[in-house]
């Protein structure tokens, strides 16, 4: 069965322009106090911890003339955090992932055709599977209510095992005889 419990979480953020670089720099920060979450070293698969959660991130519009001489590149990257207190369950018995889980983002953003034609790239890398995406697309604005759009997304990184506690057995390759 499912369980559910009420959550309180408390968060602030910011943002600040600086303006000698042109660069927006922003946060984004969050404590839930005693969320229930997965944790396969328990009983009841069930634990409770402090969930800190965060994003920092830098945008910037910035001039590539030899990629577009006559609109600018919005540019972005960000780092995404999170940290569970008390479950130790580790990097493959917990569903959150590892009890520090980093993920690190970026895109650009550009216009072509006087702005009809929108030409982005992305990418992101999660430390904790080590794992990333990557990809971009291009978009045709029709007219004001249609699009057409374009793209691509590739996914990169290794096959992990996870810890599903005693349901393990079912997931190896192993014959159940050779196991004994």
């Known amino acids: 069965t499912a369980r559910y419990r009420k959550q309180n979480t408390l968060g602030v953020s910011f943002d600040w322009f600086e303006p000698n670089s042109g660069l927006v720099i922003r946060s984004e920060n969050s404590w839930t106090a005693n969320a229930l979450v997965t944790d396969t070293t328990q009983r009841n698969w069930l ?107 590739g996914f990169l990184g290794v096959r992990q095992e996870h810890d599903i506690g005693p349901f393990s057995l079912f997931t190896t390759n192993t014959p159940p005889a050779q196991l004994a």
């Open 47 to 153: 634990n409770s911890t402090n969930i800190v959660r965060w994003v920092m991130g830098v945008d910037r519009p910035t001039m590539i003339r030899a990629l577009n001489p006559l609109r600018s590149f919005f540019l972005s990257a960000q780092v995404f955090g999170t940290h569970l207190t008390d479950v130790k369950a580790g990097r493959f018995g917990n569903t959150n992932g590892d009890n520090n889980n980093f993920v690190f983002t970026s895109f650009a953003q550009t216009q072509y055709m006087q702005d009809q034609l929108v030409a982005l790239i992305f990418g992101a890398y999660g430390l904790t599977g080590k794992d990333a995406t990557l990809g971009g697309n291009v978009e045709y604005l029709v007219n004001n209510h249609m699009s057409l759009q374009l793209g691509i997304t």
